[in-house]
């Protein structure tokens, strides 16, 4: 079973940065895609960034684009989250997500316990 654990939530003012980081351990040869989803209070749980393991091939929610950058360590079976420029209403809760599948837009097979990040004004 596949388990995913986040670290690197916080506070911080708009403007500023933060990194998320999310490693995978138990079974992870089965995993194609990771990446982070969000959801903050009273809205659904949204797609962010994910990333295919074999091809690195990326792909972003339209408003992370040019802010967020998503990376991996292979020897670690980690995936990185680089946001950048952060805006208040970038605050949510942020869960890794890996699938076994290669889209990860939809849904995912695995889900981390979820890591706050609220950005003050």
């Known amino acids: 079973q596949v388990q995913l654990v986040e670290s690197g939530g916080g506070l911080v003012q708009a403007g500023g940065s933060l990194r998320l980081s999310c490693a995978a351990s138990?079974?992870?040869?089965?995993?194609?895609?990771m990446g982070w989803f969000r959801q903050a209070p009273g809205r659904e749980r949204e797609f962010v960034a994910s990333?295919?393991?074999?091809?690195?091939?990326?792909d972003y929610v339209d408003s992370a684009k040019g802010r967020f950058t998503i990376s991996r360590d292979n020897a670690k079976n980690t995936v990185y989250l680089q946001m950048n420029s952060l805006k208040p209403e970038d605050t949510a809760v942020y869960f890794c997500?890996?699938?076994?599948?290669?889209?990860?837009?939809?849904?995912?097979?695995?889900w981390g316990q979820g890591t706050q990040v609220t950005v003050s004004s």
């Open positions: 990333l295919t393991w074999r091809g690195g091939n990326t």
């Open positions: 138990g079974g992870t040869f089965s995993i194609l895609v």
């Open positions: 997500a890996a699938d076994r599948s290669a889209v990860l837009r939809k849904g995912a097979d695995y």
